[in-house]
C-alpha cells in the first residue's frame, strides 16, 4: 500500500509549478484542474482544484481554516538543496531548519496554506547539526 496525498488548492497550475520546483519533481498530469506530481515515475502528490469535478469534499475552500490538522511531509536526501529551493520561491517559512531530536533528522516548516515540512532521511542529523539553528533570510511572498 502506498499513500496518495491529496491537497485542494486555488490554483493547481501556479501551486504545480511551486511544488514541482520545491520537490524538484515532474508534473504527470498538468491542466487548471488537476495535476499529479511523480518521482520516477510514482505518484508523489496530487493537486486538486477547489469545487473542480463535483467532488463533495472539495467543495468550498472557505469552510475551514487553511490546513486544519493537515500536515504534509517531504523527506529528502538532498536538505539543503530543498531549503535553498524553498528560499528562492518566496516560500512562507515557519520553522527555519533545526534537528529534530525525536527523528534525529533535519526538519524546516514551510506554509502554503497547509502546514508542509521538508525532512532529511530519519537518523542522518549529526551532531554537528545541533548548532543554533540556521539563519535564513525572511520570506519574500507566500506561494500560491
Partial sequence: MRAQPLIAV???????RCYQELLARASGHGGPEYERLLEDGELILQL??????????LGDPDAAPNGHGVLLWFE???????VARAHALGAEIIQ???V???????????????????????G???????CPRRSLPQARSKPP
Avoid: K, M, V, Y
Fill in 10 to 16: 486555488r490554483d493547481a497550475e501556479a501551486s504545480s
Fill in 48 to 57: 486538486h482544484a477547489w469545487g473542480a469535478h463535483d467532488h463533495p469534499n
Fill in 76 to 82: 529528502t536526501d538532498d536538505f539543503d538543496a530543498a
Fill in 96 to 98: 527555519e531548519p533545526f
Fill in 100 to 122: 529534530n531530536p525525536n527523528a534525529q533528522h533535519l526538519e524546516c516548516w514551510l506554509r502554503d496554506r497547509i502546514a508542509t515540512s521538508s525532512c532529511s532521511p530519519a
Fill in 124 to 130: 542522518t542529523a549529526t551532531s554537528a547539526d545541533r
